[in-house]
């Protein structure tokens, strides 16, 4: 995911180029953030941290990297704002502009007794400005990953499989909706920062899942977008230590992500959990995940990301499949569902009382379910019901579900597991088998 192709020419100039990129994944968010705060400009400071990196990609191959690029991105940045608002003799003609240029040309003055530096109250701003209730959650999506985590419109369209114009209007759109609500960069009142971190969870959640699962394209996971949503939450995390619930979120994020190497095979298929190879979980993931959800439980503050972080340790607790604790897991589903009701949630508790009571305990909750029409439509349904009818023994009936399933499905690598599916109960009508992912 680098910002810009790496020159070819020289192993030298790659290497540099390399460490450029680095700095931009690590910085931008910094980098962006102070801008903002100085300007008051969304649009000014992510052209202008673009135009450092930019010159940092001409320059650190010949001067070397500095000591702290932070601080040189930041201050080059801002540099490169004075330069952009100056050229820009139209809009500098507005006062606060002009005072926004003369308060840049203040601190510029000082880079020689203070280096540019920012502090994580301007991160946790910038989020939480991204995040914005003003916002719709689609375009809440798009500028946390271009504000935030640096992605370019280009990447964000491809991650979401819509066209670039499309996310560079969305774009456009909440940056203007930000300008013309004038919401001040700033934090919130404090009455106000619960609901606003909640809204960056909620974000940083839907950024995982596509990772995670992606909805459409020819891999399963997006393994960059998955890395992108946890670094977020480190980050949320780090800015608000004493909430449960970013704690609980972090949990989820780490321990799924444990899991990752050894969801799909070789070829790039799907290994469903039953049958994923437990020695490639990534032990010290699931260390970090088990000691965040301790830390955020010891709170006595129970949220749904606590909750599904708890099922997650479930998981990965169990030395083999046999070993996992369904009666564990169903009951915690079912107080997700209290305190969350949600009916991809009662999807998934169906799969536990499933794996927990027999498949026909799971059947009769999904006929209920089902009977609600609220999950019409999602291929994760009728490929549930497939699975259990296989694994109860009948065939002809997971046959038909497994049809459905396929109908529905539009990431290819799922396709191919229900594909797989589909063949086995049409032919040799073997019940084994993984059951779906809670």
Known sequence: MAPFPAPARHRLVVKMSDEVTAAYRAHWARAVAVLCRWTGDVDLAEDAVQDATEQALRTWPRDGVPDHPDAWLITTARRRA????????????????????????????LDHAQ?????????????????HPALGVDAQVALTLRAVAG???????????????????????AKRKIAIAAIPFRLPPDDQ???????????????????????????????????????????????????????????????????????????????PLEDQDRGRWDPAMIGEGLGLLDRALRRRRPGPYQLQAAIAAQHALAARAADTDWLQIAALYAELLRLRPSPTYELNRAVAVAMAYGPDAGLGLLDRLEATGALAGYHLLPATRADLERRAGRPT??????????????????????????????????????????
Do not use: K, W
């Open 115 to 131: 280096p540019a530096s920012g502090s994580d109250d301007d991160q946790l701003t910038l989020i939480l400005m991204c995040c």
């Open 151 to 173: 992605l370019a419109p280009a990447e964000i369209a491809r991650a979401f499989l819509v066209p670039e114009r499309t996310l560079q209007q969305r774009l456009v759109r």
């Open 82 to 109: 004075i330069d952009r608002l100056r050229r820009d003799r139209r809009r500098a003609q507005r006062t606060e502009l002009l005072a926004r240029l003369e308060a840049l040309d203040r601190q510029a003055s």
């Open 193 to 271: 920062l619960p609901d606003r971190v909640g809204a960056v969870c909620a974000v940083v959640y839907l950024i995982f899942n596509e990772g995670y699962d992606a909805t459409r394209g020819d891999r399963l996971l997006r393994v960059d977008l998955a890395a992108e949503a946890i670094r977020l939450g480190r980050l949320l995390g780090e800015l608000v230590p004493d909430d449960p619930e970013v704690a609980g979120l972090l949990a989820l994020l780490v321990l799924h992500h444990a899991r990752a190497a050894a969801r799909v095979d070789p070829h790039g298929d799907l290994v």
């Open 397 to 438: 009936l997971a046959a038909t579900a497994y049809r459905q399933a396929l109908e529905l499905a539009t990431n290819q690598v799922e396709r191919r597991y229900l594909r797989r599916r589909l063949d086995q109960v049409t032919g040799d009508h073997d019940p084994s088998g993984g059951p779906p992912t809670p």
